[in-house]
């Protein structure tokens, strides 16, 4: 049996977790490079859970600069096994407005200057990634907002944008007419790399505005961005509590697969492995490489 450890990421405006209590903070280092910050572990009800603010405490990364692999790994080390994602996100859609939560399934990465795996010359896997979102996960938190109160819009595709500038309006329209839901600059590489390490991983994405194609609403800036954000922090940390307290004390099997993610995925034979990779992927694949 795997104790089941709730991971959350704070992004944009969510930089600590309300509610978490028996705070320690702790350094964790990884081969991989400097994490955002460090973790805060401490636990909600019986849960243990642990916090990450992505962009770092005073926002010091860059959507392009987070090291996004050093992260994944330290959440790794640090046991989790599911991690809930607060993102908040432009929409492309009159319904998904400023202040509400979507519950989004699936991703589009339109990224290019980030390290989007663990993996690489050495050591070469392939893991599936169909079903970006645990549904069991996503569900938890569907029927923690039902428990709350609170609304949210199930299922939706989050396009994520490289930035740092936001998008042309020829872009916005172009993501509309693909029928992209919305958008944000952090999900990817993030959940590709929870998938690696075999981390569920669900994004509560939280709508802050309607990016510049609509006819009616200013053009997105950073500052409506951070204040729909700090509006809906406290709610944000309602739905997770909500989630942390229902949540199992063993790890559930994923239905998308992530938490065997790795099995037969990776290509190298044994004898081909650059050792020194494969130490790097101590925690994110030591179930099966060492296993
Ligand atoms: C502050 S506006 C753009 C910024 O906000 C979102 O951050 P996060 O996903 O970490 O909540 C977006 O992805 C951009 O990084
Ligand atoms: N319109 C937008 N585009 C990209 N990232 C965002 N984060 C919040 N709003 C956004």
């Not at 962009?55 to 996004?68: A, L, M």
């Not at 007419?177 to 998938?195: H, Q, S």
């Amino acid at each position: 049996m795997t104790a089941a450890v709730l991971g959350v990421i704070g992004g944009s405006g969510v930089y600590d977790l309300p509610g978490l209590e028996d705070i320690r903070e702790e350094t964790i280092a990884s081969p991989w490079g400097e994490p955002s910050d460090a973790l805060r572990i401490g636990r909600i009800g019986q849960t243990k859970v642990v916090f990450l603010a992505r962009h770092g405490r005073g926002h010091r990364f860059s959507p392009t600069g987070i090291n996004y692999r050093a992260n994944i790994d330290v959440l790794k080390r640090a046991g989790v096994t599911d991690i809930v994602s607060l993102s908040a996100c432009g929409s492309f859609r009159n319904e998904l407005h400023p202040g509400l939560f979507v519950l989004v399934d699936q991703f589009v990465d339109r990224t290019f200057g980030r390290a989007t795996s663990f993996f690489g010359n050495g050591c070469v896997a392939h893991v599936s990634f169909a079903h970006p979102v645990g549904p069991a996960l996503q569900k938890r938190i569907a029927a923690a907002a039902e428990a709350e109160g609170i609304s949210v819009h199930k299922g939706g595709t989050y396009v994520c944008m490289e930035g740092p500038q936001f998008s042309t309006l020829a872009e916005s329209k172009h993501y509309k007419a693909a029928n992209f839901d919305v958008i944000g600059m952090t999900n990817m590489p993030e959940a590709k790399l929870a998938r690696e390490a075999e981390i569920t991983y669900a994004t509560i994405a939280m709508v802050t505005d309607f990016d510049c194609w609509h006819p009616s609403h200013d053009s997105v800036d950073v500052a409506s961005v951070v204040a729909v954000a700090r509006a809906n922090a406290g709610r944000a940390a309602q739905l997770v509590a909500r989630v942390a307290l229902d949540f199992p004390a063993e790890r559930e099997d994923c239905p998308a697969g992530s938490h065997r993610a790795l099995d037969g995925a990776i290509m190298t034979a044994a004898a081909h492995r650059d050792p020194e990779l494969v130490a790097k992927l101590d925690a994110v694949a030591g179930r099966v490489l060492n296993g």
